[in-house]
């Protein structure tokens, strides 16, 4: 052992034997934009609420912007009581502009309803240079989600946008290939809730859409979509041939689930899952320590694309759409 070596492994022994604790990591800052989900709530207990059995370690939400869409119903009922309950049960210090958020923290929560909001919310918080997680949906169409990817690479700042499905136990243990020995389709459902500024799948279609990536990974080529009112159905054909479809449920009982049909087992998760945010939520602060998306831009693009292609297939009357047809890619 060289002389520093020995000297630096001394002093830790030293130390320890003298119950003097190694220096931890700062906790991350996080501060919120939007206060009109109940994400904000379920997310800063999950962080703020060492008591927790589920509690997030590593950060701590410490500010909060209010935004709010009044338009929305559902942020214009809401924004007022989960501010005051941010404040009340959690300490969250409020401000009058994203960039005396930027100001106060490490990392941004953008929670906004609204996705028509987020390409210019965001704005400044690439230029404070902060991580950033952008909750569903991500946009309101994939011209603006493409903006914000290119906003990322120009200012060299990661952002992450998932659903919270994507990391469900249930779901997780579906995409083991040790399980179905490779996956040749899948079929994922969830409640189709229809709000008038937005897309139809984009409000909450999205988690079903999400879903089905996270089984089948990015790669399709074209979609098409059957809508009636009992039901919305997608489905997409990949590049090697897998097909994956999703329902959205508009009518009868409101579930998550999933199948895959693989080359071993046709595998299907329990109904209803059993979900929660824990997962999403360990997924977002460990982002924000390494600034690495557990879900890469591309694929979060991609399914942006999913989306708007079978907003023009129902346009279309069914007909197939190519996703280049969205992108520009052909």
Aim: proline content about 5%.
């Amino acid at each position: 052992m060289n002389t520093s070596r020995a000297l630096f492994v001394t002093a830790a022994a030293w130390l320890a034997a003298a119950g003097v604790a190694a220096a931890q990591p700062a906790e991350i800052r996080i501060g919120i934009i939007g206060t009109d989900t109940s994400h904000v709530i379920a997310f800063t207990r999950l962080i703020n609420d060492r008591a927790d059995p589920n509690h997030v370690a590593g950060a701590r939400v410490v500010a909060a912007f209010r935004g709010g869409s009044p338009e929305i119903e559902a942020s214009r009922t809401r924004i007022d009581r989960f501010a005051a309950e941010l404040t009340t049960q959690w300490g969250v210090e409020f401000v009058d502009s994203i960039e005396a958020l930027c100001a106060r923290v490490d990392a941004v929560l953008l929670e906004s309803v609204d996705g028509r909001a987020h390409l210019e919310q965001v704005r400044p918080v690439f230029t404070a240079k902060k991580r950033v997680f952008i909750d569903k949906p991500l946009t309101a169409s994939y011209a603006d989600a493409r903006a914000i990817a290119k906003l990322s690479r120009e200012s060299g700042v990661p952002f992450f946008s998932a659903s919270s499905l994507r990391f469900d136990d249930d779901l997780q243990a579906l995409s083991n290939r040790d399980q179905h020995g490779g996956l040749n389709g899948a079929f994922t459902f969830g409640p189709e809730n229809l709000e008038p500024h937005h897309p139809d799948l984009f409000w909450y279609g999205i988690h079903a859409v999400e879903m089905l990536y996270t089984l089948l990974g990015p790669g399709c080529e074209q979609v098409t979509r059957v809508k009636t009112e009992s039901g919305d159905t997608v489905t997409g054909r990949w590049t090697d041939g897998r097909i994956g479809t999703m329902r959205g449920l508009l009518k009868g009982r409101q579930e998550y689930g999933a199948v895959a049909f693989g080359t071993k087992a046709v595998l299907a998760t329990p109904v209803p899952m059993k979900s929660d945010y824990h997962g999403l939520v360990v997924e977002i602060v460990k982002f924000f320590q390494t600034g690495v998306s557990p879900v890469a831009p591309e694929e979060t693009l991609e399914i942006m694309a999913f989306m708007e292609a079978a907003e023009l297939s129902k346009a279309r009357g069914g007909a197939p759409v190519a996703l280049a047809d969205v992108t520009g890619t052909r």
